[in-house]
């Protein structure tokens, strides 16, 4: 059986910024896992709407002045 790779974006805050992104994502409606061992968020997501979503995540964090970098995981 073969395993099925679940697709995504992946979120990965700076160092200094992980404590401001992780409070506004924990605030939000988003379903995310968060990934200790290499420090990023997994949003669960089908690939036709990781535009949207990175749209949704980027709006949440504007204004907050801190640098993270959002990759499809596919």
Request: net charge negative; glycine share 6%.
């Amino acid at each position: 059986m073969e395993k099925q790779i679940e697709t995504g974006l992946q979120l990965t805050p700076t160092k200094k910024d992980e404590t401001a992104i992780q409070e506004v994502i924990a605030a939000s409606e988003f379903y995310t896992e968060w990934n200790k061992e290499f420090g990023f968020y997994f949003f669960p997501e089908e690939v036709e709407n990781y535009d949207e979503l990175e749209n949704q995540i980027n709006n949440l964090l504007d204004g907050l002045n801190v640098s993270y970098r959002i990759e499809g995981v596919f």
